[in-house]
């Protein structure tokens, strides 16, 4: 451990200033006029890895956005890691409720502020400098690949393909991710499991153009009154999802293993506060830890139509848009999932408007055990650094190029994720405490450390 702290005190200052060098880049994946940042972040990945000590780096074209690769391959013997990280980040509207620029980065109350400071670039960086000290120290003990992808937040949509025609290539022994959270900066916490993801753009049609809501309404369907009330009915009063057919492969989690995920620490009345709600909802019958980790979910993301611009303006509106979600558990298709929504959803819709529901990306679910060498090296990296034990705890998000990897690369993916609830992943004043980076960049060399030795 002393060679880990001495190396970071060092270097501290550089390894922060190579991290602002990569938030910086608007590498916003969802808006095509960003598609140059996204080779400039690429190119920037393949600097920083060469410049880590990787032996070699390169950038792979796909169908959409560059895959950045890398590789320092010290004995074709030893076991090997593969880094999966991804350089997009989310867009960053309400732009007017950032403090301060999203791509110009600064230190604020001893924490990184800036779009992708924690989701991924501050937690793929911790795994780049993480790499350069066990090369610099002379302390790697196995192989390592990078594989740092740039379309994670529009679902993967070409990965899986790149993976496919790169088989030999991503060959490894397990899959190292850090793009998920703990429970508390004092509470270390491994991700064991991911929801799967369905995701969808809905388009109602009434009349063939703006009407005068004076002359109209009331005898022509407004579609937004309209396409608001399908939705209110996608869940039921006990927070059941309605859709036909939804829950028939749904993994039900057992007692015995619900009574451990409801080990981990969590507070109520401090969640509602942090989120400033006085009552939360959920699923009848499950904690709130339950609904987001081992239950499926349904959430308008937005919705929009008519006039929404400043003061007033009496109109019956043409159309109505919303964008909809559903985070699935392990053994529900999110293809499958995608048909019975499109299905229900358009066959209840009234024969006053026209109804047109477009998929848009989704996701398999994942679960980690416990029992695998790689689960335990990263328990002993983190108690090492924390003085803890960590919890196993089920995530309410998804990644899902991680089920795609264990389908196509055959390698399970532990997730070691230093971020925290706080940090405002996704919204406005996106941030990441200086304490989690460098903390994560202690504990990953220690994750290499054990790994290797229980693959001796």
């Given amino acids: 451990m002393e060679i880990i702290n001495n190396y970071i005190q060092k270097n501290k200052e550089r390894f922060l200033e190579e991290l602002f060098g990569l938030l910086r880049i608007p590498s916003i994946s969802s808006v095509k006029n960003h598609k140059p940042d996204m080779y400039k972040a690429a190119d920037y990945w393949k600097e920083l890895l060469l410049k880590s000590g990787a032996g070699k780096a390169e950038i792979f074209e796909t169908a959409g956005n560059p895959v950045t690769y890398g590789e320092k391959i010290i004995d074709p013997a030893l076991p090997t890691v593969l880094v999966y990280s991804h350089m997009d980040v989310m867009p960053v509207d309400p732009i007017e409720k950032w403090i301060t620029d999203p791509f110009e980065p600064e230190i604020r109350d001893g924490k990184i502020w800036a779009r992708g400071a924690d989701d991924d670039k501050g937690q793929g960086m911790m795994h780049a400098k993480a790499f350069e000290l066990m090369v610099k120290t002379n302390t790697l003990p196995c192989n390592v690949k990078f594989m740092i992808e740039g379309e994670e937040e529009i679902g993967s949509p070409n990965l899986g393909k790149w993976c496919e025609e790169h088989t030999e290539m991503l060959k490894a022994d397990v899959i190292l991710v850090s793009d998920t959270s703990m429970i508390a900066a004092n509470i270390p916490s491994i991700t064991t499991g991911l929801r799967g993801l369905a995701y969808w753009q809905v388009e109602v049609t009434g009349p063939n153009r703006d009407l005068h809501s004076g002359l109209f309404g009331g005898t022509v369907a407004n579609p937004i009154n309209v396409l608001c009330s399908m939705i209110d009915k996608m869940v039921d009063e006990r927070g059941k999802i309605t ?91 999110h293809e499958k999932i995608a048909e019975l929504f499109k299905n229900h959803f358009e066959s209840i819709a009234p024969k006053s408007v026209k109804v047109e529901v477009t998929p ?14 790689a689960y335990q090296a990263a328990e002993k990296a983190y108690t090492d650094v924390y003085g803890k034990r960590p919890v196993p705890v089920r995530s309410g998000g998804s990644i899902p190029i991680i089920s795609t990897f264990e389908e196509i690369l055959e390698i399970k993916s532990v997730l070691m994720g230093f971020g925290l609830e706080s940090d405002a992943i996704h919204s406005p004043n996106e941030n990441y405490p200086l304490e989690q980076f460098y903390n994560g960049i202690k504990t990953i060399p220690l994750f290499y450390k054990y790994f290797a030795e229980m693959n001796k």
Avoid: M
């Fill in 243 to 333: 859709i036909p057919g939804f829950y028939d492969d749904a993994l039900e989690v057992s007692a015995e293993e619900r009574e451990l995920l409801g080990r981990a620490p969590f507070n109520v009345e401090e969640y509602k506060k942090a989120i400033d709600v006085e009552e939360l909802a959920g699923e009848e019958g499950y904690t709130p830890t339950e609904c987001t980790g081992i239950r499926p979910s349904f959430d308008v993301c937005g919705i929009w139509g008519g006039y929404t611009g400043e003061g007033a303006k009496t109109v019956l509106p043409s159309k109505a848009y919303a964008k909809i979600s559903t985070r699935l558990v392990p053994n529900q298709d």
């Fill in 360 to 373: 848009l990306h989704g996701g398999q679910g994942y679960v980690c055990p416990i029992d695998i060498p």
